[in-house]
């Protein structure tokens, strides 16, 4: 059985990934895949992406995976990065596209008009190191409180259930970083380019076995 599937279709940023994942787990099988099969049998799934959403959602259904993430996010230990956090949800306002609809809630825009506390415009995508302030959850195990992630997004998610909330950021008002439910832990940021702490999380994750 593969330990971690990588699930490629065609948008992300899956080698950085892929090294940051054996770099944590030396010992375990990981693969890169887009086989449907290959995924329904690993033993936990990391779901990344970059990109438009209208693209990978297109790309998704293209390789015939969209199944595969849906059975793998209901069962299995399953990481979502990036835009894999916001395919979970049930509509973007990018493109005005449907998600896979597993969480409830929107993915909206930053403003085009941000501001800092003194005035300074702040630029859209937010991109690099921010602060993360976090929930209880055994993937944030070893992390400190307002540790930095390193971000590249122009969208968030709006979750409609705030319990499912285990992170936040501020942009300048606060956003979600991070979902969880279940046997499911979603990121906004990237853990793969996040130094000491994203690959903590990455190393928390492998060995993640939700009840």
Same mark, same amino acid.
């Given at each position: #059985?593969?330990?971690?599937? +990588? +699930? ?37 799934? +990391? ?9 990978? #959602? ?11 993430? $849906? ?8 990481? %979502? +990065?990036?835009?894999?956090?916001? #395919?979970?949800? *049930? ?7 449907? %998600?896979?609809?597993? $969480? ?6 930053? *403003? ?14 937010? #991109? ?7 929930? *209880? ?32 950021? *501020? ?5 979600? %970083? ?34």
């Amino acid at each position: #059985m593969v330990d971690v599937a +990588i +699930i490629d279709y065609g948008m992300g940023n899956l080698r950085s990934v892929e090294q940051a994942v054996r770099k944590v787990a030396p010992n375990a099988d990981v693969v890169v895949t887009d086989d449907a099969l290959v995924v329904a049998k690993a033993a936990r799934v +990391i779901f990344p992406g970059q990109g438009a959403m209208p693209d990978c #959602m297109r790309e998704l259904d293209a390789r015939g995976l969209r199944q595969a993430v $849906l059975d793998a996010a209901y069962n299995k230990p399953f990481l %979502g +990065i990036c835009i894999g956090l916001q #395919m979970l949800f *049930e509509h973007s306002a990018e493109g005005d596209v449907a %998600g896979l609809g597993v $969480l409830p809630g929107d993915v909206v825009r930053f *403003e085009h008009h941000l501001q800092d506390g003194q005035g300074n415009k702040l630029k859209v995508p937010h #991109m690099g190191w921010n602060q993360v302030r976090h929930a *209880e959850h055994v993937l944030w195990d070893g992390i400190a409180q307002d540790a930095r992630f390193y971000y590249v997004h122009s969208y968030y998610v709006r979750p409609q259930d705030a319990t499912l909330v285990q992170a936040t950021s *501020e942009y300048p008002q606060p956003f979600v %970083g991070a979902v969880a439910r279940d046997n499911l832990f979603a990121v906004q940021f990237h853990p793969e380019k996040s130094a000491s702490d994203g690959l903590r999380l990455l190393k928390n994750f492998v060995v993640w076995n939700p009840v």
